[in-house]
């Protein structure tokens, strides 16, 4: 398992860069900082030499966690690391007694997609234009992890 930490403001050059390498339209600066100022949940995952290869921010909404981004380093991705990062968020979400976990991801992100569905996530519906894209805007799916229904199969496994 990787290495994490609750992320700081002195992470933020990092994380964008990351940020700036692994999507089309990145979150800025600010973003990251307005979130950490806002008390959400936010983490650092750190390789062997303590480079930071990953990230993730969650909002406490009630009973509900809300992912509302998680990254790999692109010369990390394919080896796991997103699986360990969503674990931790699953993990920490079980810790807060929530009962579910959303998030959006892109239409065309069939990777992430595949990944979420893979973890128990379903398909809760389609946010029309959410996203920015090259091109108009780029429809989003709503995805949720029902954390009590997940409790209740492993009960009985």
Known sequence: MI???????????AVVRIEQ???AFP?????FADCLKSNHKAW?????????????????????????NICVKSDSQGKGLGRDVLNHVISFANTMSAVL?????????????????????NEMSVRKNY?????????????GLDLDLMSLFSIHD
């Open 21 to 23: 390498q692994a999507t």
């Open 27 to 31: 979150w800025s600066q600010k973003n």
């Open 101 to 121: 976990i959303v998030l959006e991801v892109r239409s065309s992100n069939q990777r992430a997609q595949q990944l979420y569905l893979s973890a128990g996530f």
């Open 44 to 68: 650092v995952f750190l390789s062997d030499n303590n480079e930071i290869v990953a990230y993730t921010i969650v909002q406490k909404v009630v009973d509900e966690a809300h992912l509302l």
């Open 131 to 143: 996203y920015p894209a090259k091109e108009g805007r780029e429809d989003a799916i709503l995805m």
């Open 3 to 13: 290495k994490s930490r609750e992320m700081a403001a002195s992470d933020l050059a």
